[in-house]
């Protein structure tokens, strides 16, 4: 969905830096939850609970997650223990949950607020937990973790794949804790995402619900897709093996994708083709992952159909 | 699923009144639920609590989906009030609750009893939260709101929003408490339903799971599609952009539609196309969203694949 | 996914039968269970309560599926009660669970140990609740039941749909409890699986997620499909319909199928066709239900698309 | 305790009718969690969701004793339907609960506020719980019942007493529903008070925790004490059998009683002796019940002992 | 309590063995029940988890224990399972368990059934998950053991130490785990009630609430009371020390014992004193631990005080 | 009780610091917690999520103290959070515990380990939470608060009423924040146990069930007991007003105190005697807060009774 006048109501901070957005947009959620507390008092306590009564942004995520994740054999406060303890000392996860919470407040017309994003979409609380070092940081070896990629990659890997399986179970959301993940990234509707254990996704990518980043089954080394940057990936895409969808490529609902793709091309169909055919594919000149514009190309390549 | 002996076993009432027919549903689902206990030890309890020791359909409904839907920072009695609340008010709310419950008594093979809908089917009981004002409201401009959509006309978005979200996380079903839908809707098996904001579902229409009517991301108004009276949607297909699928349409499986679909058609494949031509459609004369027939014409178009 | 290095390291015995098989399957999770509890104190009290404390196999399950299945209406107590009695008294489910577990374990590259699938996999988890009696007793009139096709086939029928409902709440998927599944079936990541009244599925098939197994809608009788041995079925295929996927056969990610499968050839596409064409389809050698073979074949037919 | 400056800080209200103090008692306790809420957000979600997010004084305390005595077989929202049911129909209920609640804030020093009261004093929600007519009602036949005795007197012994079983298991107060409980009475601390079937508390009584009023074991007819308006009970006083302690007499702490006492007497020790003597005992002017003076007179009385 | 009409509604069964009997008073839990059930929707649900859906008295015992008992950290399933496995295998245990169930019913003019005992008296269910075996075996050797004290005696120390923990938290009963106690023993109210690590208490006893059966300090042997059979103690008395109370005595309410009381004498006061004088007590006929007579010659004592 | 060799199993440490006295203490715990997991399956999990997955003694006891005094609407992680938070911050707080857990361990001969002392000991477990500073620093002016107490002083009156209110209900110690308690403080079996606002208890102090520390109801200023250090109270004893027990002195079980008490002497009875009469009271040698000889010169005292 496009970022349209709906999504930009807030005016932005001039240029802030890491920790002065965070700030920002942590003040915007209690702003937000105030408001909402006031107006509804059926959603009053939880307002109070989830948000305002905590003293940041990543002690309120950790209550969440805490909560949304318990189970009557791992306690909310042994998890709400372990998200804390992993936030609180890892600026750059701070910095790739605002960047995220962005992403959903600015791309999704149907998101109103951050408050709106932090508490009920799915997408961003899986993907908090799962898995991520930034795209960058995967191409020029600088690393910065989410929780489960973190705890991965400091060998508590038991301890990872259960978050796995809680997410799983609770989201439907089925992200390898080893799948690394840009910023900014938005997992719209999210219910069934698929993401294997050697998937890259990048800066910036928009996925749709039901897509799969799956493997070929042939090896158990690198076997998973690589998603550019700006990548717009529609519901129910299915791409398998480590094949390379280049930046600001757009991937059609429903496609099933087992080739490289170009940069800023359109891919669409079971099996997926090059809108505009393979030798002089159409080029696009926006960021879908960015515009979530769905549908160009796309409907004009169906034009024959119905 | 088509309407077999099977699906009438007890005897229809000679054409009852709205309140009739609820009462009589009601103890229809009274007596089930009594049969059941009896007759299974482990179920008793449940029987009882959740539909025996109420004293009508909207007090049993109205605590089943306050424990479906509460959690730790959301309790049952808070969500019991609100939806007991609604419910009571409003008989078209309760008059389309048992359109719903008819719609998948008499049109799934599978379903035994209203009692099995009521307490079991998760499509069923997200759609009663949901959005829906009926079709001819939409239509004629008089508007009959369910439980979340009546939430959004009042202004208690962020309170519609949280519902969306615990029924997303809970039964996998997203419908945004915007939509529109009408009554003896059924939606068989619902996980990864998503229906987006401006979209509308017509009367006796059928949708199967991992359904999507979803946006092109164009715009920020009228952007999802609009679904005809009798329309059945198969498993997996997507339906993006504010296309309208005529009445009595049938939309193959896995398919991907981003066009118009004139009424009595049927569209199947990714991309879709029309059986029979986009010239010379085949027409079929039953309602499909109300026979369940999936696989006619369907089967024919594929004959030449396999 | 294949079966490589990874997947073996600890030495099998040495041709062992059912008990046998079950206790060193037993002794293996429990080692694995001490192993991670004494490297992950998050991990530990959850290792305890869940394996450790427990003196078999089938009080191990038994305990995590009461916990897991468990509502405010529904209590874990009465759901263990169940289980373990059922579980306790039929050695053919034991074996079945056993023949599950191995399938997980050395047929995932991700599955890194017994335990890991006993507490994470979710569709191991459901298909061990869901109906199944075995490929071979379906074909030899020899029957062999799990928990919920057990109840089925003990006309306790609305306890039967009961745990369908929950498994489909808890874990997407929504197998029938009439349905007929084989040992040494893998369902992998297994969000939002449907599987139908009277489908059967053979031994040592591989399902991955999104995968429905529906009806024509034509009939109330069969109605569903009926999956040879060792198939391999891709995320989000829909075959719908009483036909026949021969053995070793496998269905493309995303594929639509409503007419038969030979054995041992590949359908690809929506709708399918098979690789190599009707008349003189490719056949392959290995069991791809076992070798996890997504892509082969079906990358080459997708060749001159991208 | 005494009634000292520190028990009237808000000015009273004009000579209000029961209506408008029950309005009165509820906008303060309103405004007493709104402010904690502010000054404290460790317990802002909780003055929300027990106080702050009900229309009134009976949905308040609906909910928070729904919460205090549900159990995992007892749910929250089945109680709180039935305290909602009662309260609501009963203004003689809620003229009962409002005067306890002056009771205990304006003669417990360390009673700061109602809200302290309402959240805090179990004393004060077993009492609501449990039985009463009011003094007058039983003199005077006119009846006034609370709810645990109201469902005694409809025959709804069974709940009755399943609800004197939760209030005694989380309250540790015994309360039988058939007794008989003034208004404006202060059960203080509260902790192991039993009250047998027969017992009559009159109005503006105090007692404290461990007090037992309880049967000879004789008969099974009228075998509980009578205990008269104002009076004031110390910690751990035994009173047993159907004796008559009369309006404004004070009974010592530890003392056990098995005799009538005169009013406005002083009966102390174990057995019991009144103050001053059999035949000419001390008189006081106050009401103990409402002067909470426990040691005038007694420790005269002790004097002579250390 | 006395032994009036009241207390015989049901016509006792002709001189039935120790099985008969448990099968008897199960058979009266469970038509008491469903009649509850049927009066009363609000207990229906409960009535059915609690009684109906069990198989036997000792599972709907271990079920209603491990539900009331639980806690976050120790589950329900885990306590069900140890309660039924004990249980289940020592049928004494079982026959104290229906002779406290009488002692209860035939004693108490409040109790209205053996349900009515079974769910809500703390006495009861304290008693049988705590120590016990019966005077006679403590007198001739043969011991036969209840949960907890079977649990001591099984050298499982700390679990029986953990439930006599929670029985103290839930129940505010305080027996420890080696303690012996007979059969038909009835704890009426029982809140407060402390019963130390070496006392006995013999077979047909009655204790009331805040009755304490401590240890003098001076040792760590043998230093708590040794209570005959039919003995009656009064609400809030205190014994200390190795002292023997002889059969058929009575301690009056608020007594405190350091000495022995003889057979069929009076005890009462604090300190105690004998009814009748040391040398000549006033000797009874009657067996007030059955007869629950708490006042006779009591008040004869008290008379000359008030 | 005494401090018998069953009490001192373990070697103490050589004249330890505070600090280190912790750490010893905290290193004993988990030997016993490990012990006791490894020989009880049904508490290894209990052990490891209550103990042994934390890494020091305040996050044991903050995760305890939460998980037990939680409710339906105050979360566990809040109240952890809170816990944990003070702990951490105020060592004299955590050398008040250790002195606690030491009172307990090596008094109580019923008390076999500090773990269980950690897990069960509910006056313990209150204590901790309530108020308190040491004797000394209330004589000196150097205060030590404990949890409840510190929220008092800080002003957080509301919260430290709430907690007050949830260690009366699940405790059934009712010990008001603003209370001052030593160090070395045993509160044995502890149920009932009232202490009032201006109480003061020393140092050593060893307090049996159902005592009273309560006021005289004459004036709202310092009104409670002030009790010395080493002092022993006996069960049921009740003490009102301002008055003061001197160091190591005795007041017997059921006593009724409204006087000062000497030093070294002991009271009696109801009302209570000095034993040796008023002019030439026993004065007695030992410290009986800590020897825990209950019956010394009061038996003999009643001598002339039984």
């Known amino acids: ?114 408050s709106h994003c932090l508490l009920n979409y799915k997408g961003f609380l899986a993907c908090q937990v799962s898995c991520s070092h930034s795209y960058e940081a995967f191409l020029y070896k600088k690393k ?44 719209d509707h999210a219910t069934g995402v698929v993401v294997g254990e050697t998937a890259v996704i990048g800066n910036n990518v928009s996925i749709l619900h039901h897509v799969t980043l799956g493997g070929t089954g042939k ?15 529609g519901a129910g895409a299915t791409i398998l093996g480590n094949v390379r969808i280049g930046d600001g490529a757009k991937i059609g609902a429903g496609s099933l994708v087992m080739k490289d793709v170009p940069p800023r091309t359109t891919a669409v169909g079971n099996p997926a083709r090059l809108v505009g055919g393979k030798e002089q594919p159409r080029m696009h000149e926006d960021v879908p992952g960015e515009s979530m514009d769905h549908t160009s190309f796309i409907s004009e390549w169906s034009d024959y159909v119905i």
Not at 219 to 233: A, E, F, N, Y
């Open 1 to 114: 969905m496009p970022t349209g006048e709906f999504c930009h109501p807030p005016p932005l901070p001039p240029a802030p830096g890491a920790e002065e957005e965070e700030k920002w947009v942590w003040a915007q959620i209690k702003a937000e939850a105030r408001r909402d507390a006031e107006a509804e008092p059926a959603l009053a306590s939880y307002m109070y609970s989830t948000i305002l009564s905590h003293s940041s942004l990543e002690r309120s995520l950790s209550f969440h997650l805490g909560n949304k994740l318990c189970s009557s054999t791992q306690l909310s406060t042994t998890l709400y223990d372990l998200f804390l303890n992993i936030f609180s000392t890892d600026s750059n996860l701070r910095s790739a949950t605002v960047a995220d919470l962005r992403a959903a407040r600015f791309r999704d017309p149907a998101c109103l607020s951050f």
């Open 144 to 187: 910065a973790y989410r929780v489960a990629h973190k705890l991965w990659t400091q060998s508590r890997k038991p301890l990872a794949l259960a978050l796995q399986s809680r997410i799983s179970d609770v989201f439907n959301v089925d992200i390898h804790p080893a799948a690394t993940i840009g910023k900014g990234v938005l997992f």
């Open 219 to 233: 090896s158990v080394g690198d076997r998973h897709p690589k998603i550019g940057d700006g990548v717009l990936i």
